[in-house]
């Protein structure tokens, strides 16, 4: 669905944001990027949307070039942006200005989501809630029904109750042939959704497994004491001992902490990656 090679990309001549960086998506999966502030992952969604344009590399999303531009090609691809402007128009106005643009626009998908996020067609965009905002262009974006659904910091702005609706909505809404790239920070609003995840760092994809090889390989464990002789992968001090990351060499099935594991990739991305290879 999505194959990105040695992607060379910066905003100015100096800058390398990313060097020969790799990626793959399929379809039917919803995949969670995760990043340090400033890693790219907003960028790597505006590249994949054909919306900046990379210095060297090939690029291949749904058959096509995004930065081609063809319009065939956009209408499969919908990016929900962290930041955004909306008119000071009518939902419902806005929904027949724009759902054009998407020949499997699904209406009553649209109806149901309104629905569910208590907004009215009626309603004026610009005198919504920052939240309601946000609700309003993620049910747009999934009435869409685009083959890839780019999604970038989605909960934001979001209270508890709307975040627990983003993930019902969310695996209620995709067919086996879509594809959702989420771009996040906040991975405990999202832990129960993505899968599979990718971290990105220095400029690369350092780490992307399916929950299911995590789960094989690696522990989640909370142990009293840090010993020389049996160094965890990664580990945090807290509260009744240590958080700690271990190759999980027993098959045990501990719950994935995955705040933990974004630290822990970020801190020894060689040893984690290497526990996979056991």
Known sequence: MVTLKNIDFGYT???????????????????????RNGAGKTSLLKIIAGLVFVRNGQLSV????????IPASLE???????EYQVPAIRIDRYIKLNSSFYTRFDHEKMAW??????LKPEHKLSELSYGQKKKFLIAFGL???ARLLLMDEP???LDIPS?????RVIAASLSDEQSVLISTHQVRDLEALIDPIMIIDEGSIIFQKSLQEISDSLSF???????ENQQPLYYEEGLGGYAAIVPNREGKQTRLDMELLFNGVISNAKGINESFKL
């Open 113 to 118: 989501l309104l629905n569910e996020f208590d």
């Open 13 to 35: 001549r100096k800058q390398h944001l990313f060097t020969e960086l790799d990626l793959d998506l399929e379809p039917g999966r919803i995949y969670g990027l995760l990043g």
């Open 76 to 82: 499969a691809i919908c990016l929900i942006p962290e």
């Open 163 to 167: 975040k627990s609706q983003f993930r």
């Open 62 to 69: 749904l058959g096509c070039d995004p930065q081609k531009r």
């Open 143 to 145: 009435s869409t029904c």
């Open 155 to 157: 909960t934001n702005g």
């Open 221 to 227: 464990e909370t142990i009293p004491e840090i010993k």
